[in-house]
């Protein structure tokens, strides 16, 4: 039985990841070396633009990536392995000073709950949204539709 519980305790410890984190963009970390993409959330790109409710232009992606530095703020960030990281992506649920970084990243408005992957962080989501925060204050393209307009004009540029 002891033998067991070191072997399920093994196995979880090397879905773990902990240590300082360097914030790549919104929704991406690294932690000891390795990107991780915080799990469940879709933040908007860090090229990517957004227009408050007056019609002002702003860097909304660089904002959801000052944000989430902010929150780290140079904190022991833990990661919990999950599937839904996409190809050759690791995908974790990271929390520093125990808070969960994408529900926080949510209910702020700098991200999407990823819906396709997990309904863990509709709530917070949809809060952010009841109270216009972040993205939610104007208007915004979904992050997944700006990278997939980005990807069309780079291919027809190539032609």
């Known amino acids: ?5 070191l072997l399920c305790g093994s196995a979880a410890a090397a879905g773990t990841i902990s240590g300082p984190a360097t914030v790549i963009d919104g929704d991406t970390i690294e932690v000891q070396g390795t990107r991780i993409h915080l799990y469940g959330i879709d933040a908007p790109e860090t090229a990517q633009s957004c227009e408050t409710a007056s019609g002002l232009e702003y860097r909304c992606g660089r904002e959801a990536e000052q944000a989430l530095r902010a929150r780290i703020a140079g904190g022991v960030v833990t990661c919990e392995r999950r599937e839904g990281g996409g190809a050759g992506r690791v995908a974790g649920v990271c929390h520093v000073h125990g808070e969960d970084l994408s529900a926080w990243m949510a209910a702020q408005g700098h991200a999407l709950a990823s819906r396709h992957v997990t309904a863990s962080y509709v709530r917070q989501e949809g809060q952010a949204w009841a109270t216009r925060r972040g993205i939610w204050a104007g208007t915004f393209e979904k992050p ?15 032609d």
């Open 1 to 5: 039985m002891l033998a067991l519980l």
């Open 144 to 158: 997944a539709d700006w990278r997939q307009d980005r990807r069309r004009v780079e291919a027809s540029a190539a």
